[in-house]
């Protein structure tokens, strides 16, 4: 199994920035793309940003241009910063673990609460 540790969320300001780090333990061996999905309430989760372990990444529409999801192979960690935060970002980001030739995450995180204030 893979375990995924979330951490960095927190309360933050519109127009500000927090960055989300995410540490895998466990068969980490089984893990091609890392990278964040979000729920925020009512809504369905959605993809934020991914990254294989060859550095390709992709972005949610929402995000683009604002956050840059970034992965240290040697230390199993995937990051997300995130600036010009808005209110809608608000929202429990969950970070995952893909297997190769998923089209889904195959391991979550517990998630992490980002909340942004107008």
């Known amino acids: 199994q893979v375990q995924l540790v979330e951490s960095g969320g927190g309360l933050v300001q519109a127009g500000g920035s927090l960055r989300l780090s995410c540490a895998a333990s466990?068969?980490?061996?089984?893990?091609?793309?890392m990278g964040w999905y979000r729920q925020a309430p009512g809504k369905q989760r959605e993809l934020v940003a991914a990254i294989t372990s060859g550095g390709s990444t992709v972005y949610g529409n929402p995000v683009k241009g604002r956050f840059t999801v970034s992965r240290d192979n040697a230390k199993n960690t995937v990051y997300l910063q995130m600036d010009s935060l808005k209110p809608e970002d608000t929202a429990v980001y969950y970070c995952n673990g893909w297997k190769p030739d998923s089209n889904y995450p195959d391991y979550w995180g517990q998630g992490t609460q980002v909340t942004v204030s107008s």
């Open positions: 466990g068969n980490i061996f089984t893990i091609n793309a």
